[in-house]
């Protein structure tokens, strides 16, 4: 026992010891606090200043190499508007799916990588593009919802990508005219929060790199 507390009678060491618990409690939550992300549950809007990873940071957080990124900016250099046409036939979806049928929107389930059946059409489509326009390269870009941790997000975006390039490797399209980039959760589809807000968030977006 302290000095302090030698000369302090019983209640007076209670309150004390009562103070001392209080701000050792504070303290760790302060920590905890500080190790969740710090980002808010509804975004709002797309912050431009927050850096890109760079292939090596991304390296590091998917725990294996990547794809070539090739030389190109992925946020100036890539159009969208080619694979912007819908798939026209009637697709099961399961319950955790976005029901959008543009071509050059790959959805995913929640914290999967796996390409659903639903969006094997889209990719098709995407494949029998790519055998027309020998030439041409695109971009595969990931994205998550706003829930987890920014580098599980940017990670889980990677993965994704890379499961619609494999996809499309398995359709006879070369991987050199394939690239891969992570998003993670800071360009979103829609804001706000939800199931209905973050089915369109979980998502690849394919685009054509341009000329």
Not at 21 to 41: I, Q
Not at 130 to 140: A, G, K, V, Y
Not at 147 to 158: D, K, P, S
């Amino acid at each position: 026992m302290s000095s302090t507390m030698k000369f302090l009678n019983a209640p007076s060491r209670a309150v004390l010891g009562s103070l001392v618990s209080c701000v050792v409690v504070a303290a760790l939550v302060g920590v905890s606090a500080g190790c969740r992300s710090s980002r808010p549950l509804d975004m709002g809007t797309y912050d431009a200043t927050i850096p890109m990873a760079t292939p090596a940071e991304e390296d590091l957080l998917l725990g294996t190499p990547l794809p070539s990124r090739g030389n190109f900016d992925p946020q100036s250099d890539v159009s969208y508007g080619e694979f912007s046409q819908h798939v026209s036939q009637r697709i099961q979806r399961s319950a955790d799916e976005h029901t959008g049928t543009e071509v050059g929107k790959i959805y995913f389930a929640t914290n999967s990588n796996a390409i659903l059946p639903s969006q094997r059409p889209k990719l098709e489509l995407v494949g029998n593009w790519m055998l027309q326009n020998p030439t041409r390269s695109i971009l595969i870009a990931g994205h998550c919802d706003e829930r987890g941790t920014f580098e599980y997000n940017r990670a889980l975006g990677e993965r994704r990508a890379i499961a619609v390039r494999n996809y499309l490797i398995g359709l006879g399209i070369s991987g050199d005219r394939l690239h891969t980039f992570s998003y993670g959760e800071e360009k979103p589809a829609v804001l706000g929060t939800g199931e209905a807000v973050w089915a369109q968030n979980r998502r690849a977006e394919i685009g054509v790199i341009n000329e």
